[in-house]
């Protein structure tokens, strides 16, 4: 890209990325930038903000339980909201026997409620606002399929949010705002840390023959962000490269 931003139709746009330090999130982060768009991440508690930021880019702290907080200290330096990516923290592995309720309640708050009262303030901002707007959650391949073993508080938690995102599509599509989901499965932050040997072994399995590449989880992004996805709406896009199939 030269010197000059390009012209994009994401110039000037505001864009939250809740969790946007944290899997995927610094590739969502960096996209939306080099589109011009002025972004701020939502530092989830207990998570470590990113350093560099891009030019454009602003953090805040992101309370969950007070998202309208978060949102008033974003929309005051990236102006209105137009466009919400929200990105989990990293799912992690438990025997479903094993999990004690106070720690299914903590999986519940992290993967459904925080989101959805996020999402429900965001979008009744864009609603009464009249702007429209695009609303996207990454989500875990678990929360689609079902299948996966030892992750059934967060399969069953990140299937509410994908559930949620479909009846809320329906209701707000009137008003000129799309909510979709995107469903990831072994990406290249997944295989951070592992050996060359299990990550070949890892990479077997998936009929590309590689990771996903954290950037083409941000096309996604930008994808359903864009006016050609304006027909897409209470979607769950796969990103599996071809171990899920509809």
């Known amino acids: ?5 390009r012209e994009t139709e994401f110039r000037g746009i ?42 454009g880019v602003y ?28 990105v989990p923290p990293p799912v992690r592995t438990m025997g479903a026997l094993d999990v004690e309720p106070s720690e299914m309640e903590a999986i519940v708050e992290q993967e459904l409620l925080g989101p959805m009262r996020l999402i429900q303030a965001c979008a009744r901002r864009m609603v009464e606002k009249g702007i429209g707007g695009r609303i996207m959650s990454f989500v875990s391949m678990s929360g689609k399929t079902g299948v996966h073993p030892r992750v059934a508080p967060f399969a069953a938690a990140t299937g ?11 209701e707000l599509a009137p008003h000129g705002v799309t909510v979709n989901a995107i469903a990831t499965a072994l990406f290249d932050v997944q295989l951070a840390g592992k050996s060359d040997e299990e990550r070949a ?11 996903g590449r954290s950037e083409e989880a941000a096309h996604a992004a930008l ?3 864009s006016d050609r996805a304006g027909y897409v709406t209470g979607e769950t896009l796969s990103l599996s490269g071809g171990r899920f199939m509809d």
């Not at 805040?60 to 919400?84: I, N, T």
């Not at 072994?201 to 590689?210: K, L, N, Q």
């Open 1 to 5: 890209m030269s010197d000059r931003a």
């Open 201 to 211: 072994a890892i990479e077997a399995g998936i009929p590309v023959g590689r990771a």
């Open 59 to 86: 953090q805040h702290a992101c309370d969950l339980f007070d998202p309208d907080v978060f949102l008033d200290a974003c929309e005051a330096q990236v102006g209105l909201v137009r466009v919400l990516v929200v």
């Open 223 to 225: 994808f359903l962000a």
């Open 14 to 55: 505001g864009v939250v990325v809740a969790g946007g330090n944290l899997g995927v999130g610094p590739a969502v982060v960096q996209a939306f930038a080099a589109e011009s768009a002025c972004v701020a991440i939502g530092v989830l508690p207990g998570t470590t903000p990113m350093t560099d930021l891009p030019k």
């Open 160 to 170: 509410g949010l994908i559930a949620y995102s479909r009846s809320l599509a329906a």
